[in-house]
């Protein structure tokens, strides 16, 4: 099962809205809405963002956002904050009932 | 409070075995999916393993599988991961992460801190 793909390092200045992108097939991404995000600071352990898609857990700020067209999936942070500093992964669901990550997004706030 | 406190992490010697354990509290564990999940040293996430509820459907990535086997033992709220010819790719922060109530977990909620595997000669 090959890693889904996101690009390597997006930026933005603080106020911004960044897109981060995860791009895997129809036997992942693209079959099924178990498409979750994860927010990961230096040091921590990941922590869940989005899941099912579009669904934001309790606690998490509305600026962050989420989709899917196909067998892509994207992260959306509106208002770009200093503390959004970390890398991003994207994770599904595949028809093998196992899971695959995506390769990992470095995101900068300038 | 959800906590998940992951354990057994050494340096082993490539071919050797090893045995991980995290002991959970703060939810019901027995009516949880649970994960394995890892992270080679400044590197990626990379999904492991899975074990239903009760311990009767269990799953596996590529990389581990005929290597690697998950166990639970629910009366001592505990999931485990015996680990056998260990390669060096298998160096790792090893995390232990819940799943859902739903046959399929559909977000992973809840995160150990992670126990460090290193395997080097």
């Known amino acids: 099962q090959s890693a889904l793909t996101q690009p390597a390092s997006v930026s933005g200045s603080p106020g911004q809205s960044i897109t981060l992108s995860c791009t895997g097939t129809s036997s992942d991404v693209g079959g099924y809405d178990y498409v979750s995000w994860y927010q990961q600071h230096p040091g921590k352990a990941p922590k869940l963002m989005i899941f099912e898609v579009t669904n934001r857990p309790s606690g998490v700020s509305n600026r962050f956002s989420g989709s899917k067209s196909g067998d892509t999936a994207s992260l959306t942070i509106s208002g770009l904050q200093a503390e959004d500093e970390a890398d991003y992964y994207c994770?599904?669901?595949?028809?093998?009932?196992?899971?695959?990550f995506g390769t990992g997004t470095k995101v900068t706030v300038l | 409070e959800v906590q998940l406190v992951e354990s057994g992490g050494v340096v082993v010697q490539p071919g050797g075995s090893l045995r991980l354990s995290c002991a959970a509290s703060g939810f019901t564990f027995d009516d949880y999916t649970m994960h394995w999940v890892r992270q080679p040293p400044g590197k990626g996430l990379e999904w492991v393993s899975l074990i239903s509820w009760d311990g009767g459907s269990t799953n596996y990535a590529d990389s581990v599988k005929g290597r690697f086997t998950i166990s639970r033992d629910n009366s001592k709220n505990s999931l485990y991961l015996q680990m056998n010819s260990l390669r060096i790719e298998d160096t790792a922060l090893y995390y232990c992460?819940?799943?859902?109530?739903?046959?399929?977990?559909?977000?992973?909620?809840?995160w150990g801190q992670g126990t460090l595997v290193t395997v080097s000669s």
């Open positions: 994770t599904s669901y595949t028809s093998s009932s196992t899971y695959v």
């Open positions: 992460v819940k799943g859902t109530l739903t046959t399929v977990t559909t977000q992973f909620d809840y």
